[in-house]
């Protein structure tokens, strides 16, 4: 059981990257190239659902794969990614209700979100000109907006979909 759940989840990881390197220029947002990280979305719900280990191995190998083929910075995808994971690892049973689980697992990724892009982007723009309250206002807000929206739609889908098994 253990090995058919974690190979549906390397096949789902391995068809994200494959859409996030190959398609999601196709909806950026504006001249600085924002796009939702559909990649982060399935580490911190891995995280979310599996725990702290889980979201980070799952998150550091996605983001390493991310860093090998953009071919910049390696390791920083998979720094940002790892923490995301972890970080929501610590929300895993948290929530009681299923209504308050829909709602809080939203926040939980626009927060999870907004720290793994505050790392990412502070260390990519090290040494540049670009202050701070720059970087977060153009890179790390409307990147975490977007990737939020998604995955309020991706929380629907599995809200809808965790109802019909239910039923």
Not at 18 to 47: E, H, K, R
Not at 137 to 149: E, G, P, Q, R, W
Request: charged share 10%.
């Amino acid at each position: 059981m253990y090995i058919t759940s974690y190979l549906k989840y390397a096949v789902a990881l391995a068809i994200l990257i494959v859409i996030q390197v190959s398609f999601m220029w196709l909806i950026a947002i504006s001249n600085y190239n924002i796009t939702p990280d559909l990649i982060i979305i399935l580490v911190i719900f891995l995280g979310y659902t599996r725990g702290h280990i889980a979201g980070a191995v799952t998150g550091f190998i996605a983001g390493f794969i991310l860093d090998i083929l953009s071919g910049s910075f390696l390791g920083l995808s998979a720094l940002s990614y790892c923490i995301a994971g972890f970080l929501a690892g610590y929300f895993q049973k948290q929530t009681t209700g299923e209504s308050t689980k829909k709602n809080s697992v939203i926040g939980i990724i626009f927060m999870c979100t907004l720290v793994a892009y505050t790392i990412f982007f502070l260390i990519y723009f090290q040494g540049s000109q670009i202050p701070f309250p720059e970087i977060f206002l153009k890179y790390v807000i409307t990147t975490t907006l977007y990737t939020s929206v998604f995955g309020l739609i991706f929380s629907l889908i599995f809200y809808r979909f965790d109802l019909q098994k239910s039923i």
